[in-house]
C-alpha cells in the first residue's frame, strides 16, 4: 500500500500511547507500519536527501504537531506518551485527527502562527499541502527547481558552438577530478581524429592511467553502431575505458551494448551532463542557501 501521510498517522500514534505508558520512537514507528502492513520495501523506503525513511520521517512529524497541541509530551529523549488532553480525545472517538482538528488547541493555534509569521497561510497551504510533511516539501521543491535549471543548460548547451562544447566537457571532468591540471585536460581532449577518439583525459592526477573520450553534439538519439565504433576504436589502441558524451540520449541498444562488452564505457547524456555540471558548479552560480539544523542530541547527554 501506499505509505500514509503524516495527517493519516496521528490518530493510530495516539491510539498507540493509550496504554499510557512511555514507548520509544523506534517502537511507535515499528507499530505504525505494522498497522498499516507496510511491505519491508515500503519501510526502508527513503526521502531524496536519503536521511530517513519516509515512514520515520512521517511519524515523527505526526508526533511533532501532536506535541505542540498538547496530545502527548516527551517524558524523556527519543519517548512520548499520552497526556490527559490526549487521553480526552480518544474518548471523543474522532474519526480523523489532523491540522483541522488540532486547531481547537490554543497551544497549537500559537505554534502556527509562529510558524507562519513571516509568510501568509494561503500561500504556505498552498506550497506545502498536507499529504507531504514540511521537510519532504522542502526536497520536492528542491528537486523541481533542479529539473527545471537542468533543462535550461541543456537547451544552452545543444545551442553553443562545438568548441565552446569541448571546454565545457573539460571543466566538468577536471571538477570531477580528472585531468590532473585544467592545461593538461584542455590539452588532452583536443580532436585527434583518432578512429573514433575526440580525446585522452589522465584519470589520476599522476597520470597513471586514461580514458579515452568521445563527445557528440547531436540532436538525435545515440545509437548502438555509434558505441560499436567508439568501443573498436578503444581496441585499436589497447585502451579498456572511455567516456561517451553526448547533449542527446542513448538507445536502450547502446545501453545494453555497454554492459555485454569488456571495456568499460561510460555513457553520459545530456540530462546527466547538465546534473554533473550543477553537481560541480560548472555554468551555475549558488542563488540562495537554506540550513536545516537538527537537535543535537548528543550535547544534552548528561541531562
Same mark, same amino acid.
Given at each position: 500500500?501506499?505509505?500514509?501521510?503524516?495527517?493519516?498517522?496521528?490518530?493510530?500514534?495516539?491510539?498507540?500511547?493509550?496504554?499510557?505508558?512511555?514507548?520509544?520512537?523506534?517502537?511507535?514507528?515499528?507499530?505504525?507500519?505494522?498497522?498499516?502492513?507496510?511491505?519491508?520495501?515500503?519501510?526502508?523506503? *527513503?526521502?531524496?536527501?536519503?536521511?530517513?525513511?519516509?515512514?520515520?520521517?512521517?511519524?515523527?512529524?505526526?508526533?511533532?504537531?501532536?506535541?505542540?497541541?498538547?496530545?502527548?509530551?516527551?517524558?524523556?529523549?527519543?519517548?512520548?506518551?499520552?497526556?490527559? *488532553?490526549?487521553?480526552?480525545?480518544?474518548?471523543?472517538?474522532?474519526? *480523523?485527527?489532523?491540522?483541522?482538528?488540532?486547531?481547537?488547541?490554543?497551544?497549537?493555534?500559537?505554534?502556527?502562527?509562529?510558524?507562519?509569521?513571516?509568510?501568509?497561510?494561503?500561500?504556505?497551504?498552498?506550497?506545502?499541502?498536507?499529504?507531504?510533511?514540511?521537510?519532504?516539501?522542502?526536497?520536492?521543491?528542491?528537486?523541481?527547481?533542479?529539473?527545471?535549471?537542468?533543462?535550461?543548460?541543456?537547451?544552452?548547451?545543444?545551442?553553443?558552438?562545438?568548441?565552446?562544447?569541448?571546454?565545457?566537457?573539460?571543466?566538468?571532468?577536471?571538477?570531477?577530478?580528472?585531468?590532473?591540471?585544467?592545461?593538461?585536460?584542455?590539452?588532452?581532449?583536443?580532436?585527434?581524429?583518432?578512429?573514433?577518439? @575526440?580525446?585522452?583525459?589522465?584519470?589520476?592526477?599522476?597520470?597513471?592511467?586514461?580514458?579515452?573520450?568521445?563527445?557528440?553534439?547531436?540532436?538525435?538519439?545515440?545509437?548502438?553502431?555509434?558505441?560499436?565504433?567508439?568501443?573498436?576504436?578503444?581496441?585499436?589502441? *589497447?585502451?579498456?575505458?572511455?567516456?561517451?558524451?553526448?547533449?542527446?540520449?542513448?538507445?536502450?541498444?547502446?545501453? @545494453?551494448?555497454?554492459?555485454?562488452?569488456?571495456?568499460?564505457?561510460?555513457?553520459?547524456?545530456?540530462?546527466?551532463?547538465?546534473?554533473?555540471?550543477?553537481?560541480?558548479?560548472?555554468?551555475?552560480?549558488?542563488?540562495?542557501?537554506?540550513?536545516?539544523?537538527?537537535?543535537?542530541?548528543?550535547?544534552?547527554?548528561?541531562?
Amino acid at each position: 500500500m501506499t505509505i500514509p501521510d503524516y495527517e493519516t498517522l496521528m490518530l493510530p500514534l495516539l491510539e498507540f500511547l493509550s496504554d499510557g505508558a512511555e514507548h520509544s520512537m523506534e517502537q511507535a514507528t515499528e507499530h505504525i507500519a505494522s498497522r498499516f502492513e507496510l511491505t519491508p520495501e515500503e519501510r526502508e523506503e *527513503r526521502i531524496p536527501s536519503g536521511n530517513s525513511t519516509y515512514i520515520k520521517n512521517r511519524t515523527g512529524w505526526a508526533r511533532t504537531y501532536l506535541k505542540k497541541a498538547g496530545l502527548l509530551c516527551s517524558p524523556k529523549r527519543g519517548h512520548i506518551q499520552l497526556t490527559d *488532553r490526549g487521553r480526552q480525545a480518544l474518548t471523543e472517538q474522532p474519526s *480523523r485527527i489532523d491540522r483541522t482538528y488540532l486547531e481547537q488547541f490554543p497551544e497549537f493555534v500559537e505554534f502556527q502562527q509562529k510558524t507562519n509569521s513571516r509568510t501568509d497561510r494561503k500561500e504556505v497551504e498552498t506550497i506545502a499541502p498536507t499529504t507531504q510533511t514540511p521537510e519532504e516539501t522542502i526536497e520536492v521543491g528542491y528537486s523541481q527547481l533542479r529539473s527545471q535549471l537542468a533543462d535550461e543548460l541543456l537547451d544552452l548547451i545543444k545551442s553553443c558552438s562545438s568548441d565552446f562544447f569541448e571546454r565545457l566537457v573539460v571543466d566538468v571532468i577536471v571538477a570531477m577530478g580528472y585531468g590532473g591540471s585544467h592545461r593538461d585536460a584542455a590539452t588532452a581532449t583536443k580532436k585527434s581524429h583518432d578512429g573514433g577518439i @575526440d580525446g585522452i583525459i589522465k584519470q589520476d592526477r599522476l597520470g597513471l592511467d586514461a580514458i579515452y573520450i568521445q563527445a557528440k553534439k547531436w540532436e538525435a538519439s545515440i545509437h548502438r553502431p555509434e558505441i560499436q565504433k567508439f568501443a573498436g576504436a578503444l581496441q585499436g589502441v *589497447r585502451a579498456r575505458k572511455g567516456i561517451f558524451i553526448t547533449t542527446s540520449s542513448f538507445s536502450d541498444g547502446a545501453r @545494453d551494448y555497454v554492459a555485454l562488452i569488456d571495456s568499460k564505457i561510460v555513457l553520459i547524456d545530456g540530462i546527466e551532463l547538465a546534473q554533473l555540471m550543477i553537481d560541480h558548479g560548472i555554468g551555475v552560480t549558488l542563488h540562495q542557501t537554506y540550513e536545516i539544523k537538527r537537535l543535537d542530541s548528543d550535547y544534552f547527554s548528561d541531562l
